[in-house]
């Protein structure tokens, strides 16, 4: 069983920066791949970034590629989303989820966090 906790979330204007964090416990976290996903009121939740066990593969959705960063430090048992150039149409409920591999589909991921909120001003 791993728990999940994410933290970084905020209000920022558009065109700022945050750094999300999911903290990691239980678990063999090594032996997870990492997602990132977002959910905006009234939609569905959608894949942002993933990552493999051991960083060496990563993915991002094209929404977001080349101004988010997904990371990780197994050592620490940390999983981190670099967010730059933040827009408008980031705003959304940001989750950590780890599962068996890296999927672009939420009902893949086996264990979840709790969420945090990002808010973007315009």
């Known amino acids: 069983q791993v728990q999940l906790v994410e933290s970084g979330g905020g209000l920022v204007q558009a065109g700022g920066s945050l750094r999300l964090s999911c903290a990691a416990s239980g678990g063999t976290f090594s032996g997870y791949a990492m997602g990132w996903f977002r959910q905006a009121p009234g939609k569905e939740r959608e894949f942002v970034a993933a990552i493999s066990r051991s960083g060496g593969s990563i993915y991002y959705a094209d929404s977001v590629k080349g101004r988010f960063t997904i990371s990780r430090d197994n050592a620490k048992k940390m999983v981190y989303l670099q967010m730059n150039s933040l827009k408008p149409e980031d705003t959304a409920v940001y989750y950590c989820?780890?599962?068996?591999?890296?999927?672009?589909?939420?009902?893949?991921?086996?264990?979840w966090g709790q969420g945090t909120q990002v808010t973007v001003s315009s």
């Open positions: 989820a780890a599962g068996g591999g890296i999927y672009y589909y939420s009902d893949r991921y086996d264990y």
